[in-house]
């Protein structure tokens, strides 16, 4: 995979012009254009076909969590928008899961287009090991000893991957082997300004720790030069 194609840039802004003067900027530099909850639900699914009128793959980042019909159904709708990845919740359980992986499928098959990558959000980073136990009364597991299990329930399922922190990656790549996606965020170059992410690691580490796919945001949207800023990224992957 060129290097170009594993940076994941985040969509971040309001409105559907701020997205698409972005597309049209960063595309020959960026692999994919993460749709999340923010503008797909202001804009809606349009904003999906509007980035592919500008050449752009589109990950949509709605972490889809019901009963497995439900989900099963939006998967379905998902894959028609010929979305290149979209995720839900390991929460949601193996059924779940097994059902949207396997609509993502026949979706696909029906209308002879690409089959969509299904990620898997396994604990969320900003739930911790307290909170596990407290609020979400799960006990006797590490955060990071559940986030295992969930990505090995994912790849049973028919997923093709999960969206991790940087700190799983290596965890995750050990169980699942080297065919199954990591995408990670929490990725600061070390000439970018950390905001509020705690647990960084840089797109070189991430890379060398196994990830396929980087989430990145601010380092490149809210840099002076965004082209320049990502170039920056594609250099340090391939250096
Ligand atoms: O601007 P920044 O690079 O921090 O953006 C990271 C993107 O990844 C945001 O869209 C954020 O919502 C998302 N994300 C994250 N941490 C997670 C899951 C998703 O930063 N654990």
């Known amino acids: 995979m060129e290097a170009k194609d594993r940076i994941v840039l985040a969509l971040d802004v309001d409105t559907a012009e701020e997205a698409l003067a972005l597309v049209k900027k960063l595309s020959g530099y960026v692999g994919v254009f993460k749709v999340g909850m923010q503008l797909y639900n ?35 709708v998902l894959t028609r928008l010929n979305t290149y990845m979209f995720n839900v919740h390991a929460a949601g359980g193996r059924e779940m899961m097994r059902q949207a992986a396997a609509a993502a499928v026949s ?3 029906r209308m002879g287009s690409d089959i969509p990558i299904v990620l898997a959000v396994t604990v969320l980073t900003s739930i911790s090991q307290q909170e596990l136990e407290t609020e979400m009364y799960v006990s006797g597991l590490k955060v990071e000893e559940l986030v295992v ?9 028919g997923l093709g991957g999960v969206v991790c922190s940087p700190q ?20 600061r170059p070390l000439w970018s300004a950390p905001n509020d992410q705690k647990r960084i690691t840089t797109p070189r580490q991430a890379l060398e720790q196994g990830a396929d796919y980087m989430v ?8 002076a030069d965004p082209i320049a800023a990502a170039q920056k990224i594609i250099e340090e992957l391939e250096g």
């Open 216 to 223: 990145i945001g601010r380092p490149i949207i809210k840099a």
């Open 168 to 187: 799983e990656i290596s965890p995750i790549r050990k169980a699942c082997g080297p065919d199954f996606k990591i995408v990670t965020p929490g990725i």
């Open 149 to 157: 299990k969930w990505a090995l329930m994912a790849q049973e399922s």
């Open 42 to 76: 202001s804009i809606g699914p349009s904003i999906v076909h509007r980035v592919h009128d500008l050449g752009g793959r589109v990950f949509v980042d709605l972490k889809l969590h019901d009963i497995p019909n439900t989900v099963a159904s939006a998967a379905k």
């Open 107 to 109: 979706e696909a098959q």
